[in-house]
Structures are given as C-alpha cells and as structure tokens.
C-alpha cells in the first residue's frame, strides 16, 4: 500500500509523475500488443497493485470487454473476455471512475474471481476516445488500499488517457487493415472475373477465326466457279448482245470484287491464328510499285484519277519481305487512295530514303481526309469512318490487314491527314 503522505521518492519527485514519465518514455517505440504490456507492467508498478488490466469495449449491450493485457502478480497472463455484471467493472461504465478502496468481496460477492485472486481494493478508470465515446477501461487490484489521494486519482486518468489513445490507433489500425484486405478481396475477384471474360472473349474469338478461315475457303470455290464460267462467256460467246456483254463483265467484276472481300477475311484469319506464311526475298521496291499501280488503274480511270510516281532514291533500291504481300500493301493502300481522292485528280506514290538503311514510301492523295480524334481508329478491324458515305464501298478490313501484313515483314505504318484537305499513308522497311 502506497502511504498517501509519502506519495514522494527520494529524488523529491511524485511517485506518480515519475510512473507516468517511466511509462511514456518505455512505451514511446512501442504500439500494438507491445504497448499494452508495458503499460500494464508500468501502471501496476506505480500504484503497487498485484494485478492491472486494460480492457477493450467489445459489447455495450451487456457490456462485455476483452482485454489487451493483462499483469498478474509480476507477469504477463493469458488475455480474457469478460461480461462485467456483478463486478467492479460494471460501476466503471455507469458511473465513470470508481475507487474502492477495500472489502471488495464482500461488495461484489457474486464475482468469485475477487476471491480467487485474493485482492480487497480496486480503482478504475474508463478509456474515453476523442469523440467522447467510452471504447475500454484500465483497472488494478490489490490486496490493500491502491490509492488514497486526489492526486493519485487524477493521474490514474491520464494513464487512462493514454492507453485509450493507443486503443484509437489500433482502432484505426485494424480499420484500415480490414479494408485493404477487403479491397484485395474485391480486386482479387474483379480480376478473376476478368482473367475468366479474357479467356471466354479469346476462346470465342478463335473459334470465330476459325469458322472465317474455315467459310472462306469454302467461297473460293464457289467465287471462282462463277468467276471462271463468267470468263468462258465473255470469250467463248460471239453471239451474246452488247447488253448480254455488258451484263458478263458486271459479273466478273463482281466476282473479283468477292473474290478480293473472301480474300482479306482470309488474310485477316491467318494473321490472328499465327498461320500467315511470309516468304521473305530480296524485292525491289519500285518494281512492286509499279505492279501494284498496274493493278489499280482500271480504277482509277473509272474516276479519272492519274497515278504518279516519285523516286528520290535508287531505282534499284531493295528490301527484303515477301514480294506477293508486298504488293498486296501497294495496292490496298493504292486503292484507298483512289476510292476516296476527289475525281479528275492525281494520287502520288513517293519513294525516299529514310536515315541510312531504311526506305519510306507514302501514297499521297486530295480527298476527304481524315480528322485527328479518328486516325487512331483507321487499322482496327472492321472500322469504317466513312460508313454513313453509302456511296464508298469496302469492308472496313484493308488498313486492319495493311497493318498486319507490313508488322510481320519488320516495317512500320502510318498516316498524316488533314480533313478535308487528304491523307498521305506511308510505310517503312529496312533497306538492303
């Protein structure tokens, strides 16, 4: 039992501002667990209790605590949950601090714990947060009176104050660790459910690709059966009208028109399976040029649009890529040039070096153009921002293919345009 007119240590300083300097100065890296258990050891210490709890509010109704730790005649023993009807703590929650400075079993004689524990006094305090909420109490026993003086009692509530400061923190703690693992739970399902829409959008986009290939090879066959009796008409029949002739070579235009439309499907089948052969050579680009301007001039005159070529580099300049997909890039790139240039104009083919070891070639025309916001759209598949322009045909895949095709041949691709105004479309190989 502490004296209460010899509250003073030999140094002349206040047991209790001493404790509560001793604890603030132990506990001060501390938190968690750890904090509890030195404060628990430093409070008993100060008063001169056998035991000190600090007791978290875990039920108002009945009240009902668990505590944070617990100092038992010089150590540490095992946390408990407790109702605290019928004991000291009860009055803590109704009434604030409560002292009882002896004969506590005979007070609370349905607590058979006071018994057990063999004490006879008892002070506590209530935890307070900063909203004024009661969140836990700090409590100490003893086998005599604990404290007798005002002040002792006084500063009983500023170890209250601080042990309830740190049950905040934890408080906050565990909050925050509760949502993280929430969110991490919902992330982890978010991307589990998109992991699973990758793979079912994948799945079904092979089996897509697959049904394409699959259908354009069986078009061919039926597209190059009309086109090829189409052919034996127009030269194996002298007998035919002007009309009758006219209405042949509508069908043998249209048949190489699908013919081109099950093409580009298939080529666009091919790239997305990883099938797509390429055959690289030694080509000469401006051989491939003008092979591909041959192809398209049938097309051009149909609107009056002259090809023109441009060398600012070798004639004989080279590049190696497959000679065939090659000129399939010339010539869809030729193509939108003319399907979308103004008529009675000029589509001009430049050929320039680029740097030591590369060779650009541009397809530059006067037509439409195409606005900034949309250019990035151009070489996805299936876009067409021409579609409410019903008088320009095409299946919204060339540039998708154009695209693919000079990737898988090591070159690069691109456009500048201006609305209104044209568009030059430009791709890249390595020179040779």
């Known amino acids: 039992m502490l004296d209460p007119d010899k509250e003073k240590m030999e140094d002349g300083r206040d047991t209790y501002v001493h404790g509560l300097e001793s604890l603030v100065a132990s506990t001060m890296p501390l938190v968690g667990e750890e904090f509890f258990a030195e404060f628990v050891r430093r409070l008993a210490e100060t008063y001169g209790a056998q035991f000190a709890i600090v007791n978290e509010l875990i039920e108002s109704d009945p009240v009902a605590v668990r505590s944070l730790a617990f100092w038992q005649n010089g150590q540490l023993g095992e946390n408990i949950e407790y109702k605290v009807k019928t004991t000291p703590c009860e009055s803590v929650y109704s009434d604030g601090q409560k002292y009882y400075p002896a004969n506590i079993q005979s007070l609370f004689p349905d607590d058979e714990d006071l018994v057990h524990m063999g004490v006879h006094s008892y002070f506590g305090a209530p935890m307070i947060s900063n909203s004024g909420e009661v969140?836990?109490?700090i409590c100490i026993l003893g086998e005599q009176s604990l404290a007798e003086s005002e002040k002792a009692k006084s500063y009983f509530n500023i170890f209250a104050a601080r042990a309830a400061a740190e049950l905040?923190?934890?408080?906050?703690?565990?909050?925050?660790?509760?949502?993280r693992d929430k969110l991490k739970e919902l992330v982890d399902e978010k991307m589990?459910?998109?992991r699973h829409a990758k793979e079912s959008a994948e799945a079904?986009?092979?089996v897509k690709t697959e049904f394409l290939a699959r259908m354009t090879f069986e078009l061919k066959i039926p597209a190059n059966s009309i086109l090829g009796y189409a052919e034996l008409l127009k030269e194996g029949n002298d007998s035919m009208s002007a009309e009758q002739q006219g209405f042949v070579d509508n069908i043998i235009s249209a048949g190489w028109l699908l013919d081109n439309i099950i093409?580009?499907?298939l080529d666009i089948s091919l790239v997305e399976t990883g099938e797509l052969f390429i055959n690289h050579t030694r080509c000469r680009v401006t051989e491939c040029v003008n092979e591909s301007i041959k192809m398209i001039e049938c097309q051009a005159k149909e609107k009056s649009i002259r090809v023109v070529c441009l060398y600012d580099t070798d004639a004989d300049a080279c590049i190696v890529a497959d000679k065939k997909r090659l000129k399939q890039i010339f010539t869809n790139l030729l193509s939108n040039a003319v399907k979308f240039n103004r008529d009675n104009s000029v589509v001009k083919v430049k050929i320039?070096?680029?740097?030591?070891?590369?060779?650009?070639i541009s397809i530059i025309?006067?037509?439409i153009g195409i606005a900034e916001e949309d250019q990035h759209k151009i070489f996805e598949k299936f876009e067409r921002l021409d579609a409410e322009e019903r008088w320009i045909g095409g299946t919204g895949i060339g540039l998708a293919i154009t695209k693919r095709l000079v990737e898988h041949m090591g070159g690069c691709i691109g456009v500048d345009s201006v609305l209104g105004e044209g568009s030059t479309f430009w791709v890249e190989f390595a020179s040779t």
């Open 365 to 367: 025309d006067r037509g």
């Open 263 to 265: 093409n580009d499907v």
């Open 168 to 179: 905040e923190r934890l408080k906050l703690e565990r909050e925050i660790i509760h949502h």
């Open 135 to 137: 969140i836990g109490h």
């Open 204 to 206: 079904a986009n092979q």
């Open 192 to 194: 589990a459910s998109l």
């Open 352 to 360: 320039t070096p680029v740097g030591k070891n590369k060779i650009r």
